[in-house]
């Protein structure tokens, strides 16, 4: 099995900045794509970043030059630097990733728990 833990969530100012973090572990092959989405209250859960095992990345237009995505393939973690961060980026931030464990030898697609994310004043 192969778990996501995440951390770096908490409660900052409008125009200030947080860093999450994603690490993987357990029977872990290779991870192909990690990424970073969001659930409002009341909303759906919507994409923010993902990055591939070599390195392309794809962000939503909403946190486009606000927010970036990047992975240490070494340490099967994936972090989200947000800078600038607006009362609209309010919500519960979950890691997901994919990939092949070690044994059984199979694909997998998991979730993290979640970390809320709070920009209020």
């Known amino acids: 099995q192969v778990q996501l833990v995440e951390s770096g969530g908490g409660l900052v100012q409008p125009g200030g900045s947080l860093r999450l973090s994603c690490a993987a572990s357990g029977s872990i092959g290779s991870i192909s794509n990690m990424g970073w989405y969001r659930q409002a209250p009341g909303k759906e859960r919507e994409l923010v970043a993902t990055?591939?095992?070599?390195?392309?990345?794809n962000y939503a237009d909403s946190v486009k030059g606000r927010f970036t995505i990047s992975r240490d393939n070494d340490k099967n973690t994936v972090y989200l630097q947000m800078n600038n961060l607006k009362r609209e980026d309010t919500a519960v931030y979950y890691c997901?990733?994919?990939?092949?464990?070690?044994?059984?030898?199979?694909?997998?697609?998991?979730w993290g728990q979640g970390t809320l994310v709070t920009a209020s004043s």
């Open positions: 997901k990733a994919d990939g092949r464990s070690r044994w059984p030898v199979r694909y997998f697609e998991v």
């Open positions: 990055i591939t095992r070599d390195g392309s990345i």
